[in-house]
């Protein structure tokens, strides 16, 4: 139930065509948060490290295996293959912008 | 099975808080009659709030663990005037959402023990990412001093920070400061101190009128909601409003207790508030970073490129799959160098005035005493914990690049580097420097654990580290290698401390997936930038590793040495028909499984005092050879190599020495885990001994 709840609201939030995760950003990528995914432990995570609706993150390592590296509000954050799966982005059209 | 490690009950934990914090501030040797002014650090790792705290409290400070936690508990005295300050140096942690045991320890003590200022610690160069703290710290009742550290590397980085604009935006007091320099902490005291002692804040030296950061618009209403709910049900010392956006953040720990707080009826109806905005959390920290956007957008200039910098050139190299890795391998090649270079000969010299020389001593000046004095003086406390003492040229080596490297920025890259593979066995990137500590001694690997940032990762890294070839081992290995395989020496040696490590992999995914079930804590870590190392930092972290370790040498070491010796010499005084031997001799059936005799079950189960004292014991009961230069041309005439290689492979896996067994009694707080691990080890190093033991037989090494 709450779990049908969330995900219609979710995506009735977001156009889904655009968005992607985290994940499929490629080093130099720029993207703007839509939304995480998560339990409480994780969603709080996210949320201290900046990971939060609008904010921007630029990709500085994704090698394809082994965690990514990230800058977000101006810190470098290391975040798992899995954390980073969990983490809804609309890329950028390449570039940085701003 | 217990589960000392996972989170108490937050009642009990407080009660524990609060009794034995005073007791350590009264313990501190404070004047009696006087008003301690109680000061709080707060900052997120990596800012430099232990820096300050060292240059305000030098060795005056207590180190111990939170009560009830094993979260480390740091507890200063330093003076501004004559006012003295009680310093209690909180845990390093991003947020207060009680995510972890951190989080709780440090939003416990400012919401119980109500300091009198808390001081934000915070990186001049990430201000925007440490305001997210402030942001937090402000909901609470307690008057926050912002100290701005590293404001020199922030320029460096070409981000100036206008600390009066920072002030009038934020309605505290800003205190720029580098405190590695030793710049601005005079200010800071006299700013603390006035906001301690002025009785009016808002109109004293240092005004304080905080502006505090609002929720957006959409959940004003549903905070409203919440507090009407809630109002009047809210025991001390919790304030109504920080209880009512902590359950909108689904904060767990404020859930239960809220639970326990209303009434069946209110409850249902908070909870179906809550219900309809589970993912409030993510909102409240955007408005929380836009508060912060905003403070900044008028109190701070970045010039040029901002962060790309050194950090950015360095971390090409450092975070890469493949240099990264070489770059961690030469760090550990470096510090093995070291400790082959000047640790061991050090701990030889070490040996020969701790323990060689004063055994001799003891043993002509104490001629006229009973035989079983010089044993126990000789054999029971100087080759036990003297021998322990012995290793603390090699653990300041080990601790010195451990702080090294914390202090610089990097352990972080080498967590990151390593994530992949410790990922595996269940545990993150960080776990990895302790386990490689293990190396060493490994005592330090498992008081190093608590680097791992959940309570299940801390376990398994503390279960798994006695599987790390320590240097006592391998010296018993590397001589008897020598001594059985000849040429075939290096080879065999290389494979045990390879099984060794297949081993501690394999247990790591089984314990992992079977014991340890449960969610693997979010790898979601920040790289601070690097900066230069801090020498006092440094001593100090090393000096307080040191001291704990000895402390630990001289008391439950040392008892313990002492029953073992007196297991090998009661009743007689002959280790040869001693009730170790005893043991010895009723462990055969099971020792011939393994192709040991009663001699080798003895030696093995003297290695339980200290790892090297099975080639001592070997040396009395064989030939009564005395020395080990004797004893490797009389062994292989004794024992065929299918024996030696099951010996060599049980003591490699053998159970944990006294002192580690301690360390891990010490770290997970309970004697449930250590037997635990004693009894895993033992079943698995008795287990390789007797497939060992066919390995031999079939390449032909019975006879």
Known sequence: MAWRSRSACVSRRLALDDVTTLLSLGPGQVGTVVGCSGGRGLMGRFAAMGFTPGSRVTVLNNYGRGPLLVLIHGARVALGRGEASRVLVRPEGGGHRG | MARPMTADRPTRSLAGTLSCCDQQLRSMNLPSGTDVVTVALAGQPNVGKTTVFNLLTGLNQHVGNWPGKTVEQKIGVCHSGNVPLALVDLPGTYSLTAGSEEERVARDFILHERPDVVVLVADASNLERNLYLLSELLLLPVPIVLALNMVDVAEEYGIHTDAEALSQALGIPVVPMVASRNRGVREL???????????????????????????????????AALLRLIQGRVPEPYPEEWVAIKLLEGDREVTELAQGWLPQGTWQEVHSILHRHEDAILDIAGGRYQWIGEVLAGAQIRRGLGQVGLTERLDRWATHPLWGMAILGAAAALMFFLVYTVGSPLQGVLEEYVVTRPSAWLSTHLDWAPAWVTGLLTDGVLAGAGTMATFVPILAIFFAALGFFEDTGYMARAAFVMDRFMHAIGLHGRSFLPLFLGFGCNVPAIMGARIADSPRARLLGILLAPLV???????????????????????????????????????????????????????????????????RSIALFVWHHLRAFLARAVTIIMAASVVVWALSALPAGDIGSSYLAAMGQALEPLGRLMGLGWRLMVALLASFVAKENSLAVMGVLFAGAETGAGLTEVLPTLISPASALAFLTVQMLFIPCVATMAAIRKETGSWAWALFDLCLLLVISFLGGAVAYQVGLLLGWGA
Request: proline content about 8%; aromatic content about 8%; charged content about 15%.
């Open chain 2, 189 to 223: 005291l006299q700013v603390v101190q006035a906001l301690a002692c002025d009785g009016d804040r808002n109109t004293g030296a240092y005004p304080y009128h905080p502006r505090r950061p609002q929720l957006r618009p959409d959940h004003r209403d549903t905070l």
């Open chain 2, 469 to 535: 070839p320590c240097t006592a081992r391998l010296g018993v290995l590397t001589t008897l290698a020598a001594a059985f395989f000849g040429p075939y020496a290096f080879v065999v040696t290389l494979g045990l401390v390879g099984t060794n490590l297949v081993v501690l992999a394999l247990l790591g995914v089984v314990l992992h997936r079977l014991v340890l079930r449960g969610e693997q804590a979010a790898f979601i870590m920040e790289l601070p930038l690097y900066h230069r190392p801090n020498g």
